[in-house]
């Protein structure tokens, strides 16, 4: 074949692709449409560099437009308006459930996200239990910090902190939603098959589900887990039984919740699996929905506080000598933990449509049915909110300084009409765990940085942005050395 053979040939198929390509226009008021150069795949700058081909776009096509990616519409929403008529759309409008269902299915498993989060959840993770747990959660948090970081007083070798804060972020997580038993004796296998979970990723095994060697490490993972919260249940209704004491957790509510106390007193093994079935699959997202993010941004943290070692000291002096501190009046650590958040939640916030969705009032924007995204960092890193937004600079919310209210964490307001910080999600679904998020981090974060001091080695990692919402994910190490402190 000539070379002009294949040049038209190659116009040809190129041709066919565009026209073939979707365009949403049979919708009515439809959205400015940003048609793919690529067939099927769509718009893949999506998902090399989310947030710069989000504000290139919106510079390009406006506060809202439609592209295809995948074969799906996405529909990209910014302005504040617009983003307030999305946080307050009904579930049926914009749903998140179904949104996480089709991105995320894959990773943890479909059934986890048709659950839903029950008002248990939110009692396990509200702040006034989070108060009365908080000396026995750093207690175990120092037991096990101590038991993986050297006693040696001189410097350690350069090592990747990451493994340390995923390990710990989980055990703190089956600590707190279902106490320490399963904490003690299966917090380390637990940790290591949620790695998998989350860690083993195959992008194709992801989307289309193939029995990669990926998928089938992370099916017998996740099996392995169930196993494992399966035996808790057991050996809880166990101790129910033979009237041990067994902790007040999220655990113990939902089985009081959801088992009838005859078949919790006197019922035999097979009938309370059968029952407590959707509870493993309750807890074993509640650890997931917990952990994924948590992990990522107490290692963001680290390199934040071991980036601006000032920080580090006002912290342990605010802290004094005492482990008996509270919490809530650890401030300078709790902006420093708001300000990484804030930095580091650039992950897009994501609904699915199966209807077409009117975002403006008068009708003549309408999402077609498909994903409709909006960007926290509008938001989270306005200039205008937080001048020099990059930068990390916990005193920025020094009452002083910040002209808005804090809450009891030193953080902004979540709801879609303040319009300040979009880290959480806004709205009604912002994050309900972010109180037990700020435990987990700012414990381990206390434990460490009391006994022992740590050096960042070489550079920082660079962080790339999520497809869904949550924390940047490393693309590296985050290299320290430590060595016990001399008290
Ligand atoms: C640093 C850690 C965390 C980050 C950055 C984070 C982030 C988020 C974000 C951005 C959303 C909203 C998603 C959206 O609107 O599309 C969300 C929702 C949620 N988060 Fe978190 N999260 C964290 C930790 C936790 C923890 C510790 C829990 C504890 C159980 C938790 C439980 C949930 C639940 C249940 C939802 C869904 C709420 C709903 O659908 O109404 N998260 N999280």
Redesign the pocket.
């Known amino acids: 074949m000539t070379f002009i053979e294949l040049s038209l040939l190659f116009l040809t198929i190129f041709i066919l692709f565009r026209l073939s390509s979707r365009s949403p226009k049979t919708y009515p008021g439809t959205t400015p449409y940003l048609r793919p150069w690529l067939p099927y795949i769509g718009s893949i700058g999506y998902a090399l560099a989310p947030q710069e081909w989000m504000a290139k776009m919106h510079e390009k096509m406006g506060d809202v437009f439609t592209t295809t990616i995948l074969g799906q519409y996405v529909t990209f929403v910014k302005g504040h308006k617009n983003v307030m008529r999305w946080?307050g759309a009904t579930n049926k409008e914009l749903d998140?459930?179904e949104?996480?269902k089709k991105l995320a299915g894959n990773l943890i498993g479909r059934d986890v996200f048709e659950i839903?989060?029950s008002r248990t959840?939110y009692e396990?993770?509200a702040p006034s239990r989070l108060d009365s747990i908080q000396p026995a959660l750093y207690a175990f948090t120092c037991k096990f910090v101590s038991s993986k970081l050297p006693s040696s007083t001189e410097w350690s070798s350069p090592t990747d902190i990451t493994p340390l804060l995923v390990e710990g972020t989980l055990q703190l997580?089956a600590w707190a939603?279902c106490g320490r038993h399963l904490a003690e004796t299966h917090g380390a296998e637990l940790a290591e098959n949620f790695r998998v979970l989350e860690n083993d990723l195959s992008v194709l095994g992801l989307l289309l589900n193939f029995p990669t060697p990926a998928v089938k490490r992370r099916d017998q993972a996740k099996k392995r887990a169930f196993e494992i919260i399966q035996a808790e249940f057991k050996e809880r209704i166990r101790a129910i039984r033979e009237g041990e004491e067994v902790d007040d957790d999220f655990m113990s509510v939902v089985l009081g919740e959801t088992v009838d106390d005859e078949l919790l007193s006197s019922g035999n093994d097979d009938d309370i699996v059968k029952a407590v079935r959707k509870n493993i699959l309750i807890v074993y997202?509640?650890?997931w929905?917990?952990?994924?993010?948590?992990a990522?941004?107490?290692s963001a943290t680290f390199c934040d506080l071991l980036s601006s070692p000032s920080h580090i000291s006002t912290i342990l002096s605010q802290r004094g000598n005492s482990d008996d501190f509270i919490f809530t009046e650890q401030t300078h650590l709790l902006r420093c933990l708001t300000e990484t958040?804030r930095r580091?939640?650039t992950?897009?916030?994501?609904?699915l449509a199966s209807e077409p969705f009117p975002i403006s009032e008068s009708g003549e924007l309408v999402a077609p049915p498909g994903f409709v995204l909006?960007s926290?960092e509008p938001y989270s890193l306005s200039p205008s909110t937080y001048p020099d937004p990059a930068s990390f600079n916990p005193d920025r919310y020094a009452p002083s300084v910040f002209p808005h209210a804090l809450d009891a964490v030193q953080s902004p307001s979540v709801s879609a009409n303040a319009g300040l910080l979009?880290?959480?999600?806004?709205g009604?679904?912002?994050?309900?765990?972010?109180?037990?998020?700020?435990r987990?981090?700012g414990n381990l974060v206390l434990a460490i940085l009391a006994g022992w001091e740590v050096e960042m080695v070489g550079e920082p990692p660079k962080w790339k942005g999520l497809g869904?919402?949550?924390?940047d994910r490393a693309e590296g190490p985050v290299m320290v050395r430590w060595r016990k402190r001399i008290n």
């Open positions: 946080a998140i459930g949104a996480y839903g989060a959840m396990a993770i997580a939603l997202g509640i650890i929905g917990a952990h994924t993010n948590t990522s941004s107490a958040f580091h939640s992950g897009t916030l994501v609904r909006v926290p979009a880290a959480w999600g806004l009604k679904h912002a994050c309900p765990g972010r109180f037990l998020a700020y987990m981090v869904t919402g949550g924390i």
